[in-house]
Nanobody
Framework: QVQLVESGGGLVQPGGSLRLSCAAS????????MGWFRQAPGKEREFVAA????????YYTASVKGRFTISRDNAKNTVYLQMNSLKPEDTAVYYCAATSRNGLTTLQSRYDSWGQGTQVTVSS
């Protein structure tokens, strides 16, 4: 397993941007596919985006496609979530997660390691 630490959350106005980072410990980071999830107040945690171990394949939930971009830098053991055109409904705690399973997955149960989360608030 890897240990994950998110950063970059904060308060932003609607239409603004934020970039979340997730730093991983361990020498095998490049063998993990990575995902971002979020949990809004009073709601279940939901899938946001995922990226393959190489970074060559990405997948997004429909509500963020075209606004969010997931990327990774294996040399820095870090995965990113660039969030543009933010909306109030994007307000949530954002979590990164790692899976050693082949292929991308939206299923939380398939992720082995989770970060502690970072708060994103979109409000004027």
């Amino acid at each position: 397993q890897v240990q994950l630490v998110e950063s970059g959350g904060g308060l932003v106005q609607p239409g603004g941007s934020l970039r979340l980072s997730c730093a991983a410990s361990g020498r095998t980071f490049s063998s993990y596919a990575m995902g971002w999830f979020r949990q809004a107040p009073g709601k279940e945690r939901e899938f946001v985006a995922a990226i393959s171990w190489s970074g060559g394949v990405t997948y997004y939930t429909a509500s963020v496609k075209g606004r969010f971009t997931i990327s990774r830098d294996n040399a820095k053991n870090t995965v990113y979530l660039q969030m543009n055109s933010l909306k109030p409904e994007d307000t949530a705690v954002y979590y990164c997660a790692a899976t050693s399973r082949n292929g991308l997955t939206t299923l939380q149960s398939r992720y082995d390691s989770w970060g502690q989360g970072t708060q994103v608030t979109v409000s004027s």
